[in-house]
């Protein structure tokens, strides 16, 4: 069996769908997720073996089944977490940040025990982060951010479900950037960084517009910080991944 792995920019735009800010239903971005990991056994005529080997959790059986209501338990939380590639949730973990490492900046359960939509953005951003930040950093970049999970749109630059989306289809779309990009440098590390930084730029001023520069520009270093998170995220994916095989492999008969 195997289990439907969403991209960031898949789980912003189901974020954004179940808020009610996406005309696309949940159970389309759903299907189009499966659609495209699934696309040979689709040509083959093989649809309905592939659903039948791939795991939902019982959160997006739901999803299928029925509109949601948008509000999450920690446990539904580290569920949709883990469908994110690159991520390590654990429930264990996001309960330390709600009792103790960022209990003021994510705040109480906004519906009884369960979490809006914009604090569940909260956790997916602080995973992404402490890839490359600690959690010091992690809640001063917050404060400027967003203030707290209770501060208002007004008094926020961005929102946390609006910021996850900026970085996550901005991460998506880099790689066939980068292949276009001159830049100043050959250095691999220096080109990538001035192409980063030239993107988050136009992002920042794309989508917050009536922001005033310097606004803008806190934003544009906030991107650039996520992004360069989820690359690191990667990279730690992938070397666990190798690690494991190695172990798995060594005296393999």
Same mark, same amino acid.
């Not at 009610?20 to 159970?27: D, I, V």
């Not at 749109?153 to 901005?170: G, K, M, N």
């Not at 292949?179 to 136009?202: P, T, V, Y």
């Not at 994916?237 to 060594?250: E, I, K, T």
């Given at each position: 069996?195997?289990?439907?792995?969403?991209?960031?920019?898949?789980?912003? &735009? *189901?974020?954004? $769908? =179940?808020?009610?800010?996406?005309?696309?239903?949940?159970?389309? !971005? @759903?299907?189009?997720?499966?659609r495209i990991q699934h696309e040979s056994d689709l040509e083959q005529g093989k649809s309905m073996s592939a659903f039948?080997?791939?795991?939902?959790?019982?959160?997006?059986?739901?999803?299928?089944?029925?509109?949601?209501?948008?509000?999450?338990?920690?446990?539904?939380?580290?569920?949709?977490?883990?469908?994110?590639?690159?991520?390590?949730?654990?429930?264990?973990?996001?309960?330390?940040?709600?009792?103790?490492?960022?209990?003021?900046?994510?705040?109480?359960?906004?519906?009884?025990?369960?979490?809006?939509?914009?604090?569940?953005?909260?956790?997916?951003?602080?995973? &992404? *982060?402490?890839? $490359? =930040?600690?959690?010091?950093?992690?809640?001063?970049?917050?404060? !400027? @951010?967003?203030?707290?999970?209770?501060?208002?749109?007004?008094?926020?630059?961005?929102?946390?479900?609006?910021?996850y989306s900026v970085y996550a289809e901005l991460y998506e779309v880099l790689d066939a950037r980068y292949r276009n990009?001159?830049?100043?440098?050959?250095?691999?590390?220096?080109?990538?960084?001035?192409?980063?930084?030239?993107?988050?730029?136009?992002?920042?001023?794309?989508?917050?517009?009536?922001?005033?520069?310097?606004?803008q520009e806190m934003l544009k270093n906030a991107i650039h910080v996520a992004i360069i998170s989820v690359h690191s995220?990667?990279?730690?994916?992938?070397?666990?991944?190798?690690?494991?095989?190695?172990?798995?492999?060594?005296?393999?008969?």
């Amino acid at each position: 069996m195997e289990t439907l792995t969403f991209r960031r920019k898949d789980m912003a &735009d *189901l974020m954004l $769908s =179940l808020s009610g800010h996406l005309e696309k239903s949940p159970l389309a !971005i @759903l299907q189009d997720t499966w659609r495209i990991q699934h696309e040979s056994d689709l040509e083959q005529g093989k649809s309905m073996s592939a659903f039948l080997s791939t795991t939902l959790p019982p959160l997006m059986e739901k999803m299928i089944k029925s509109n949601i209501k948008p509000a999450f338990s920690l446990s539904d939380i580290a569920t949709l977490g883990t469908q994110v590639e690159f991520t390590q949730f654990s429930v264990t973990s996001i309960q330390n940040w709600v009792k103790r490492d960022f209990k003021e900046l994510i705040g109480l359960p906004e519906d009884g025990k369960k979490y809006s939509l914009q604090q569940v953005a909260l956790f997916f951003i602080i995973e &992404d *982060l402490r890839s $490359s =930040l600690d959690y010091e950093s992690i809640r001063q970049l917050f404060h !400027i @951010l967003f203030r707290s999970a209770s501060s208002s749109c007004d008094e926020q630059t961005i929102s946390p479900l609006a910021f996850y989306s900026v970085y996550a289809e901005l991460y998506e779309v880099l790689d066939a950037r980068y292949r276009n990009f001159a830049g100043n440098s050959q250095d691999f590390i220096s080109k990538w960084d001035q192409m980063l930084d030239e993107a988050a730029h136009e992002y920042a001023v794309s989508h917050c517009p009536h922001a005033n520069a310097k606004e803008q520009e806190m934003l544009k270093n906030a991107i650039h910080v996520a992004i360069i998170s989820v690359h690191s995220s990667s990279f730690n994916s992938l070397a666990r991944r190798y690690v494991n095989g190695m172990v798995f492999l060594h005296n393999f008969k």
